[in-house]
DNA sequence: GATGAATGAGCGTTCATTCAT
DNA sequence: TATGAATGAACGCTCATTCAT
């Protein structure tokens, strides 16, 4: 009697992720828009989805952010890992960082701007992709401090120093350039050399 | 209404003082535990004042952030300007900065991290907090890259990039120490450190 | 969202519908009983909705109130030019015009009481309403006029006199009567008779 | 030892008197101008004494309005009064009223508007206005009724229909005329020929 | 599973009234 | 008596969440 539907199991259960991912990814647009605190309404109506809709595929809102957020560490991560991976010099790699924060820089403006109103779990987003570069950075600059090209100080120091330069930028945007201009465009090539200039012996 | 009783006067403003101190001292506080968006009431409630008191006081819930933040600026201000006016090396400068940092650092936190989603005025009090170390260090700073001590870069870089430093294990406290902890006490002196060891030529 | 469920789409919008119905008409209700300021959360209670429920369907009280009113013109003005139409003499348009008002007594009252505190679309409402007596009642007092049986004054005018006369009994009907008794059963008839006597040559 | 004042009791209470007619007066004029909802501290301000003056007064607004309603009646009153004992003839008498009701015309406009949203003394002072006219009203009409030259209806009819006339226009100010300009003024004189029109014979 | 109408706790704000001085 | 700071109930409105369909 039951059991059986028109549409196969499977038909569903395709239907049902794609209406997950249209949440996602639009939840992802607007949070990246209009930061973390938009209702949930709003969403629902910009993805084209019934308001329960959200809450059928995420229990609370809550979870939802944390969903965009694990994805946006995946695709951010993939993203950087691959640029990353044939970088040689701590110039090219840095270079490579800045364009992938070009490219996602509005989301990871609000994720840096609000993390600590967010879940938890934000962290781990956070972390996970600061890690990523991380890993790739200490590679290429221990190399380098080897070679005596670059002052020796902890590799996290220097790390933090360079992620520290562009947050400060990026959190201050409204500061350093019109609302809608990418500060990283406007400011990375100076953020660069700065800190390369710093660096080296 | 008149304005002169035969005593008294003045103890009733110096009561309405009391109070709106209160408010904004609680209000501080709690801004300071939990963020900006405490709901009006759990201020009041901790002031041990009634609700409608808050508004008695400050016209808007803004009003109130503005008063707070403006405080919290001059208190800071006058603090890091006493402090610094003294410092004849960067070393010595930073060392004052970060101490100051230490003793506001739960308010100074919620300030940078929140900043984005506080009234317009919070950015004059954050900027006018910045310019006052900033004023400072360009003197020492660039004496120092007069005498060839430090690397010639651009003032404003080298001060971005302390800053950014600083903010930046501001920021994630939560990964760098424990909830509770002091972040500047505990890496205070590895951030100045680094930080010479980086501008130094 | 897809718009077409297997069914039941047409019942949700027929509950909608009913639960606006409900809330205008409770709306209704209570603005003739009390007046039109009524806190929203009685009306809630009185339509047997959530307080939330009105604000999901008028999203501010205003929008309630012009939707009620602009319902009331609706009903009153279609009521009035059915049983106006017909009509061929003052004396049957007046005596319609006072049993429609007889009708709508009540909320008619709190209409043209409360009038100007109310939002701007309220006089539309109330113009509206008067110029669909105002139409018919031109139409046969100028043919008495023209045949010598009304006094030869502007048309205005004598509607004027005619509607500041009801109104007045209208407003100023804890004056006349009980207040729970209409005031046009019981000074309709004299009111009609001294306005007749008034315009006839 | 308590009992003897600097001032004299008689001196006290001059003053007491002072401050009630000020607050009084300043009612009065911002009622006129604002409606009688207007905040219990708008008025305070405006009569230059403390908030809690108000309530030292007059126990509650209510009182407070009552009291203006009320002087208001007093003081219309006896200038109708004045004015109408002389009057020989409806028209005059008519024109005496208009000429005091543009005198009074802001506060009269708002006791019309508002009376069944004040406190139910307020009928007293508008039942005790109207049959001061009224008063006289019937002494010229009923003449002029014996005289033959006005029509004969009952005189309280010939009344209601006239102030029905006036207080349409005044309700209806905003219809009529800008909203700063005197109806009184500007449609006084065709109120007053269209009137006596409808009752001469 | 998807829908969207309904919910209700919670928010910032207003203001008549109180009361210590 | 006059003061004005303090009060707190009430208001319009928002929005994450629920649930009958």
């Known amino acids: 009697m039951s059991g059986e539907s028109i549409m196969g199991e499977s038909t569903r259960q395709i239907q049902k992720l794609n209406t997950r991912k249209k949440i996602i990814e639009t939840a992802y647009r607007i949070f990246a828009e209009k930061g973390f605190s938009v209702p949930s309404s709003v969403i629902a109506k910009e993805a084209g989805v019934s308001h329960g809709s959200i809450f059928a595929h995420?229990?609370?809102m809550n979870d939802l952010t944390v969903s965009v957020l694990s994805d946006f560490g995946d695709k951010i991560g993939t993203r950087l890992h691959e640029l990353a991976k044939n970088c040689d010099s701590t110039e090219n790699l840095l270079k490579e960082h800045l364009k992938v924060?070009?490219?996602y820089e509005a989301f990871y403006f609000r994720l840096i701007t609000e993390?600590?109103?967010l879940p938890e779990e934000a962290r781990?987003?956070?972390a996970a992709v600061q890690s990523t570069?991380?890993?790739h950075f200490s590679i290429v600059i221990e190399r380098e401090i080897e070679k005596g090209t670059v002052k020796?100080?902890?590799?996290?120091m220097l790390y933090n120093t360079w992620l520290g330069l562009v947050h400060y930028y990026l959190m201050n945007k409204d500061f350093f350039s019109d609302s809608n201009e990418s500060v990283i465009k406007r400011y990375g090539e100076e953020l660069l050399s700065t800190y390369l200039e710093l660096i080296k012996i």
Chains 1, 2, 3, 4 share one sequence.
């Open 58 to 60: 995420f229990p609370t």
């Open 101 to 103: 924060l070009e490219e």
């Open 115 to 117: 993390k600590n109103m």
């Open 124 to 126: 781990y987003t956070f």
């Open 133 to 135: 570069v991380a890993f």
């Open 152 to 156: 020796k100080l902890p590799t996290h």
